[in-house]
């Protein structure tokens, strides 16, 4: 496909493996119930409907947190003693630490992935659910109509952009 599109063909392809289109396509279109949700790059398209934020792993927790306070910054507690700083920067993170000598044992920048962004994206516009155990057979139960095709919004468009 990418050979293909290297030629200066437009490659159309229309998947729900987002792992797979995020290593082969450059461009998406998403479309749920018959509207056009998304016609953008990958990167845009990642940047704008996911979420970034930097993962920090401290022994010195309070301390880290009182650091990022007074630097304006806001950090928000998980699981596991791991701090979440949404929208941060980890090297303003890490400087801040290495100044006040606290000691870290993780610092790293997350971004969602391709199929986290889609997700986030057509969440508003998937129009069957799936449903699990006694809920899940109550509703399929409470359905008169007859099976129709469940309806997912299509994503994945690859153009080569010339």
């Given at each position: ?8 063909r437009?490659?159309?392809v229309?998947?729900h ?6 290593l ?6 998403v ?23 930097v ?6 927790r309070e ?28 090297e ?37 659910h ?33």
């Open positions: 496909m990418k050979s293909l599109a290297a030629q200066g437009t490659v159309f229309s998947s493996l987002m792992s797979e289109m995020a082969t396509a450059d461009h998406l279109v479309i749920g119930q018959g509207r056009l949700l998304a016609d953008t790059s990958m990167a845009d398209f990642i940047d704008q409907n996911s979420r970034c934020h993962r920090v792993r401290t022994p010195e301390r880290l947190l009182d650091v990022l306070s007074t630097a304006g910054i806001t950090a928000v507690e998980r699981d596991g003693g791991l701090l979440e700083v949404e929208d941060g920067k980890a303003r993170i890490g400087e801040l630490a290495a100044q006040h000598r606290v000691v870290l044992h993780e610092l790293s920048s997350r971004q969602s992935s391709l199929e986290e962004a889609f997700m986030q994206l057509t969440a508003g516009s998937v129009e069957y799936a449903h699990t155990g006694q809920a899940g057979q109550a509703a399929q139960a409470a359905q008169a109509e007859p099976a129709a095709a469940a309806t997912q919004p299509a994503a994945a468009d690859m153009k080569k952009e010339s």
